[in-house]
């Protein structure tokens, strides 16, 4: 009988498991450290934990990553760029933002991800920093007032400091 070799470390899954005693209380919480610890939520994963977690099954936990927005299925990059493009970003110019976003890192055909898996760019429906539009986040930083030029020499810090 042959055996499929796991493209993840199920070690890793299994410690953040045991880290919080297999309860189904805390399946988000455990969502979310799987995520931050392969940047995104791998299906092995998912079903690992739904057979590991009692009272769980596979199709609960992927019900609960496919239902939130936080996660992602598919895998991230290492800057995460989020352009939002609510009401007062959007007035304000956001769509140019994400379009020289886009074109700086070539992400063409609905791709997300760089290839080499350094960026990651979504849009948002809002922020919450409207006095800031149009606002870009990147990894948790808030870039107020964005304009297409202004976010090519942001993006362009990141991919300097990689190749230093």
Do not use: W
């Not at 297999?22 to 998912?46: C, G, H, T, W």
């Not at 057979?51 to 927005?69: C, D, R, W």
């Not at 609905?110 to 800031?132: P, R, W």
């Amino acid at each position: 009988m042959a055996t499929c070799e796991s493209k993840i470390d199920l070690k890793k899954v299994d410690e953040i498991i045991n880290a919080y005693g297999a309860k189904k209380s805390y399946l988000i919480a455990m969502l979310q450290k799987v995520q931050e610890e392969f940047r995104y939520l791998p299906i092995e994963a998912l079903t690992y934990i739904g057979t590991k977690v009692p009272e769980l099954s596979p199709a609960t936990v992927y019900g609960v990553a496919t239902f939130y927005t936080q996660f992602s299925l598919e895998p991230k990059g290492k800057y995460e760029i989020k352009c939002c493009d609510g009401t007062a970003c959007h007035v304000r110019g956001s769509m140019p933002v994400l379009n020289a976003i886009k074109a700086r890192l070539d992400l063409k055909d609905g791709k997300f991800t760089t290839e080499d898996g350094m960026f990651s760019v979504e849009t948002v429906s809002c922020l919450g920093a409207c006095g800031l539009a149009p606002v870009v986040v990147i990894n948790g930083k808030v870039y107020p007032q964005m304009t297409s030029d202004a976010i090519k020499i942001v993006i362009d810090t990141p991919i300097k400091d990689d190749k230093e």
